[in-house]
């Protein structure tokens, strides 16, 4: 039987193609809001927006590795990125935003989710950001040290399964506090993530006013 059409949409084909990863993003939102739950986001290797007013991580290291996702060309591709990594962190008012392209609409649909905004922040264990560009107002670092091999340093170890090189260069630091960040990450991933007042939204559209800046 054909799908149903209204305005030059099939309804049904559309609820194929979002419902099972908006259901799958919604289930582990709840987990999360309930309490600490190992995680990783990652979005079919597009780079996604992180916003936060502020970051204080514990046992911070910095170091250079390989992710893969799409090229300009639609074929995977590894993308240089310097990955932040902590034992410990808080996030204050967290915001994470992915546009994801409806082709057969020629639309965009914005999928936004906060956290940590009501007065109780975000909390993280072995948090890893694989960041491809950050921004801040303003960066502390205390008792740093420059120039420690990857690998080496006093936060977490490389994860398993990324590309790093012995040769390669890091830095490391007892805190560090970000405040104003905005940054466009590959993947995040934490041992355990709490993530208060949560919320989940999804719109139409892309750009500023849907994305988290």
Known sequence: ??????????????????????????????ALAQGALAASFSVSGQEFKVRADKLVGHNFTQYGSLDTGKGLDGKDAAHPVA????????ITNMCQSVVTPVPFLN???????????????????????????????????????????????KGPKPKADEKTSPFGF??????????????????????????????????WGSGAGHECY
């Open 1 to 30: 039987m054909e799908s149903q059409v209204r305005g030059g949409t099939r309804w049904k084909r559309f609820a194929v193609v979002m419902v099972p990863s908006v259901a799958a993003t919604a289930a582990i939102g709840v």
């Open 107 to 153: 639309k965009e649909i914005t999928l936004k989710l906060t956290a940590g905004n009501k007065g109780k922040d975000v909390e993280a264990s072995k948090l890893y950001i694989d960041v491809s560009n950050l921004d801040a107002d303003q960066a502390v670092f205390d008792n740093m040290d420059i120039g420690v091999a990857a690998g080496s340093a």
């Open 83 to 90: 990955v932040s990594a902590f034992e410990t962190a808080s």
């Open 170 to 203: 890091a830095q490391q630091a007892d805190t560090a506090t970000l405040t104003g960040v905005r940054q466009t990450a590959w993947a995040t991933t934490a041992g355990t993530f709490t993530l208060s007042n949560l919320h989940m939204g999804l719109e």
